[in-house]
């Protein structure tokens, strides 16, 4: 069974960094799909940047040029490095996994928050 567990949450100023880490256990393939996303309250869950099975990344338009994602599969980790946070970033980030690439994500951490607020 595959397990992802958020790290790297907190509260910063807008402008300021936070790089979020995604701990997977269990057996994953190197291959598999992974993905950001967030949920502010009150509203869906967004899909904020992915590795796809070939290795290319995507990104909302809100992430793009901002935030970075990566993955280390020997420490099988995943990352997402935000940079230059707006208020409007605050929400709770979540890791999912896919070993399918399924867009509806097998596997799903139990979040982290981020609080972007002067």
């Known amino acids: 069974q595959v397990q992802l567990t958020e790290s790297g949450g907190g509260a910063v100023q807008p402008g300021g960094s936070l790089r979020l880490s995604c701990k997977v256990s269990?057996?994953?393939?190197?291959?598999?799909?992974v993905a950001w996303f967030r949920q502010s309250p009150g509203m869906d869950r967004l899909g904020v940047a992915a590795?796809?099975?070939?290795?290319?990344?995507s990104y909302s338009d809100s992430a793009r040029g901002r935030f970075s994602i990566s993955r280390d599969n020997a420490d099988n980790t995943l990352y997402l490095q935000m940079n230059n946070l707006k208020p409007e970033d605050t929400a709770m980030y979540y890791c999912?996994?896919?070993?399918?690439?399924?867009?509806?994500?097998?596997?799903w951490g139990q979040g982290t928050q981020v609080t972007v607020s002067s």
């Open positions: 999912a996994a896919d070993p399918r690439c399924d867009p509806k994500f097998a596997y």
């Open positions: 269990g057996r994953l393939s190197a291959r598999a799909c």
């Open positions: 590795i796809l099975r070939d290795g290319r990344t």
